[in-house]
C-alpha cells in the first residue's frame, strides 16, 4: 500500500523558514515522482514543487522560485520541502503526493496517491 506522510508545518514569521518532510512507503522510491502542494483558506489546491526519483530533477512554481528547494533521501525513502523568505501568501495546508509515472509535473493531476496535509501559518 502506497503511504505518506507529511510533517513539518508550522507558525513562523514572514521571514522565516521550515522545512517540510514527507516520508513515503510502500513503493519502489527510485520510480516514483514526489510532489508538494498547497490549499491556502478559500483556494484551489496547486502545485509547489517536484522531484523525480529517477534522476533528481525537480520542478518549481514560478511564486517559490528561489524561495523553496526540494530534496530526497533515497535511504530514507523521505522528500523534503525547505522553505525560506516565507510569505504570508504561503500559508496553506501543505500536502505531499506520488506520480507513479515520474512525470516532472506539478500538476494535482497528476498525481495518484495523497498524504495528509500539515499547516503552514505565515504571519507578516
Known amino acids: 500500500e502506497v503511504q505518506l506522510q507529511a510533517s513539518g508545518g508550522g507558525s513562523v514569521q514572514a521571514g522565516g523558514s521550515l522545512t517540510l518532510s514527507c516520508v513515503t512507503s510502500?513503493?519502489?522510491?527510485?520510480?516514483?515522482?514526489i510532489g508538494w502542494f498547497r490549499q491556502g483558506p478559500g483556494k484551489e489546491r496547486e502545485g509547489v514543487s517536484s522531484i523525480s526519483g529517477g534522476d533528481n530533477s525537480t520542478n518549481h512554481a514560478e511564486s517559490v522560485k528561489g524561495r523553496f528547494t526540494i530534496y530526497q533521501d533515497n535511504a530514507k525513502a523521505t522528500v523534503y520541502l525547505q522553505m525560506n523568505n516565507l510569505k504570508p501568501e504561503d500559508t496553506a495546508v501543505y500536502y505531499c503526493?506520488?506520480?507513479?509515472?515520474?512525470?516532472?509535473?506539478?500538476?494535482?493531476?497528476?498525481?495518484?496517491?495523497w498524504g495528509q496535509g500539515t499547516q503552514v501559518t505565515v504571519s507578516s
Open positions: 503526493a506520488a506520480d507513479p509515472f515520474d512525470q516532472g509535473s506539478i500538476t494535482v493531476g497528476k498525481f495518484d496517491y
Open positions: 510502500g513503493f519502489t522510491f527510485a520510480d516514483y515522482g
